[in-house]
């Protein structure tokens, strides 16, 4: 449809669908209008232009509710968060005295907590002690029983010192006296054996042996073997 204006002989070309009008109870946003491929000219495309402006307005319009609404909502959140933590804020106030109570309650445990802890490590502590102790004085009581050992022998040999060793030199005298003895006794038997005093070298040499068995002394048998053989020596001169 064409319009013609009297006094000016200005053809305006309508758009190819017509604009959406927008009321204030709408809330959906106005369909953008495609573009044109044919804008017209200078003097045709003003109401174009009108209409482009104005579209524009109300798309700013919009965008500017949008992010009003938006703004709302948050705050409007914020606003239902901060209630709940008021209500909640509230209703542990009134709870005041039980926590009060329930925190104390906590501490005295605690306090009785560390004190158990705090006795049982000194506990532990003289056990380890004790431990110790006791295997130092297992180790020093070896070292004491040689020492006391030692004192008493040590004490013995002040009052029995002389006298341990006069029984000790005394015993020796008596048995070297006893093998003496002994010895006489055997040659004494030599010779009644054989009837005559003198023994021959090889009665001497015998009677060493079987002293020599009996680990006896041979001293005197020695002395003699060496008398018998000083006389044959001066026979045979």
Request: hydrophobic content about 35%; overall charge neutral; glycine content about 4%.
């Amino acid at each position: 449809m064409t319009k013609h204006y009297s006094g000016r002989d200005i053809e305006i070309i309508p758009p190819s669908r017509p604009a959406a009008t927008v009321t204030g109870s709408s809330m959906a946003p106005v369909p953008p209008t495609p573009y044109r491929q044919n804008p017209g000219g200078i003097i045709s495309g003003v109401p174009m232009r009108w209409q482009a402006n104005s579209q524009a307005k109300t798309y700013e319009a919009h965008t500017r509710r949008a992010v009003a609404e938006r703004k709302l909502v948050e705050a409007d959140t914020e606003l239902g968060r901060a209630l709940v933590d008021n209500r909640r804020m509230r209703q542990e106030y009134s709870e005041l005295p039980q926590i009060l109570a329930t925190d104390r309650a906590v501490r005295v445990l605690k306090r009785g907590e560390e004190i158990r802890e705090l006795c049982h490590t000194i506990e532990i502590a003289e056990a380890r002690r004790m431990q110790e102790r006791a295997r130092v004085e297992l180790e020093m009581y070896a070292t004491k029983e040689a020492f006391l050992e030692a004192e008493q022998k040590l004490e013995a040999q002040r009052h029995y010192g002389p006298r341990y060793h006069a029984l000790q030199w005394e015993h020796r005298i008596n048995e070297w006296e006893l093998q003496v003895e002994e010895q006489r006794v055997v040659l004494g038997e030599h010779r009644r054996q054989h009837g005559r005093d003198e023994l021959s070298l090889e009665d001497l040499h015998a009677a060493r042996e079987q002293l020599n068995a009996d680990g006896a002394d041979t001293t005197p048998i020695d002395l003699a073997i060496a008398r018998a053989t000083v006389r044959q020596q001066r026979a045979r001169k």
